[in-house]
C-alpha cells in the first residue's frame, strides 16, 4: 500500500503518486498525511467555485482548472 498522496496547492487535486508528477511541477505539491477532514473538502470545493486568480471573471473551476485538466 502507496503512503504517498500529495495534493496539488493550487487546485486541491490529490495525487496517489508524486512520482509520476512532473519534477517542474512538485513544488506545488504537499504530502498528504491522512484522508482529508469534511471542512478541507469542503475548502477545496469552494476554492472550484470562486473566482479565477488569472482575472478572466470566471470560476476557477470553468477557467484555468479546465485549461490545466485537460
Ligand atoms: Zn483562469
Redesign the pocket.
Given at each position: 500500500m502507496k503512503g504517498n498522496l500529495s495534493m496539488d496547492t493550487r487546485i486541491g487535486k490529490i495525487t496517489n503518486d508524486i512520482n509520476e508528477v512532473p519534477p517542474k511541477e512538485r513544488k506545488f505539491y504537499v504530502p498528504v498525511q491522512r484522508d482529508m477532514s469534511a471542512k478541507e473538502k469542503a475548502d477545496t470545493q469552494i476554492r472550484l467555485y470562486s473566482p479565477?486568480?488569472?482575472?478572466?471573471g470566471?470560476t476557477?473551476k470553468f477557467?484555468?482548472y479546465r485549461?490545466a485538466a485537460a
Open positions: 479565477c486568480a488569472c482575472g478572466s470566471k476557477f477557467c484555468c485549461k
